[in-house]
């Protein structure tokens, strides 16, 4: 199947600093890419979808200003988590979508686990 | 989006098959029926998916009600690397997977 990386695959930083996750399509170009977060025992909460060359559109209850998302070129999206908190920690877990394949198959990154002290 | 149900957990023996239930009583007419997997600490893996066939791929087997309104995930002989949380999403036009709590299943040597 597709692959998906994601880097770094984890971080530990201070509160108040920023962290930037990448999410890479290695071997398909993906115009979509959808951003998750996983709390521990949680199911995975869809936080973003992010659209190749333009605004993310952000689920309900996310603060865009809080979790920036770009995604400049069809093989990578980032996710920026502005002064992050210990609340922020978590699973964060990107996916993208292969249009080229069948519908709606979806291929998901390793995950990136963020710990902020 | 439309919402799955499915048991929290299951067990099964190893090398038996395993059925996992899904009910989907909302489902729309153009909502694909998906089955991605997870491992502690890892991304979510794909299964399967379906409109309104069976379908077979590698990993497993996918049953669907005539109605649409269930789906089972069949898996012919599970092994220990099975044990994972299954999730049955219905995924419309938008792309969008929501996931819901899955189910956590253990196979025993």
């Known amino acids: ?117 | 989006d439309a919402k799955t149900t499915q048991p929290n957990s299951m067990e099964s023996n190893e090398e038996e098959p395993v059925h996992l239930p899904c009910n989907h009583s909302t489902i729309s007419g153009t909502d694909y029926i998906h089955w991605y997997r997870q491992l502690p600490s890892q991304g979510p893996e794909y299964v399967i998916h379906g409109l309104t066939s069976n379908v077979n791929n590698r990993m497993a087997s996918l049953a669907i009600a005539e109605d649409r309104k269930s789906s089972t995930l069949i898996l012919h002989r599970a092994t220990l690397r099975d044990a994972a949380v299954y999730y049955c999403i219905l995924a419309s036009n938008t792309g969008k997977l929501i996931f819901g709590q899955g189910t956590t299943l253990q196979v025993k040597p």
């Open chain 1, 1 to 117: 199947g597709a692959v998906v990386s994601q880097h770094p695959s984890w971080v530990i930083c201070k509160s108040g600093t920023s962290v930037k996750i990448e999410c890479r399509s290695l071997d398909f170009q993906a115009t979509t890419m959808f951003w998750y977060r996983q709390f521990p025992k949680q199911s995975l909460m869809l936080m973003a979808t992010s659209n190749e060359g333009s605004k993310a559109t952000y689920e309900q209850g996310v603060e865009k200003d809080k979790f920036l998302i770009n995604h400049a070129s069809l093989t990578l999206s980032t996710l920026t988590v502005t002064s992050a908190h210990p609340e922020d920690s978590s699973f964060y877990i990107c996916s993208a979508r292969d249009f080229g394949r069948a519908a709606n198959e979806q291929f998901f990154g390793p995950g990136t686990r963020l710990t902020v002290l």
